[in-house]
């Protein structure tokens, strides 16, 4: 069983920036992948970035050059950092990870990018 927490998120002013942290109940090293997804009001859920057991990262189209995905492995941590923030980015963002096979996601935290 994984138990993550997230933090961050909250409201902005377009081209604002924003950084998430999610803390994971087990060691990181062991996971396959994490990732941040994000659910805008009547869209599907969609991944953010992601990074693979190999370490390499990878982000969606709509975000790429404004977001940046970490890892902090001596506090089992995933940071996702934003910045040049859009409207569209408003959504609730979710820390996920992959684990013997098995996905688990974080309770979620709302961003809001308005003027």
């Known amino acids: 069983q994984v138990h993550l927490v997230e933090s961050g998120g909250g409201s902005v002013q377009p081209g604002g920036s924003l950084r998430f942290s999610c803390a994971a109940s087990g060691s990181i090293f062991s996971f396959n992948f994490m990732g941040w997804f994000r659910q805008a009001p009547g869209n599907q859920r969609e991944l953010v970035a992601g990074i693979g057991s190999g370490g390499s990262a990878t982000y969606a189209n709509s975000v790429k050059g404004r977001a940046t995905i970490s890892r902090e492995n001596a506090k089992n941590t995933l940071h996702l950092d934003m910045i040049s923030l859009k409207p569209d980015d408003t959504a609730v963002y979710y820390c996920?990870?992959?684990?013997?096979?098995?996905?688990?996601w974080g309770q979620g935290t709302q961003v809001t990018v308005s003027s």
């Open positions: 996920s990870v992959v684990s013997a096979g098995r996905q688990y």
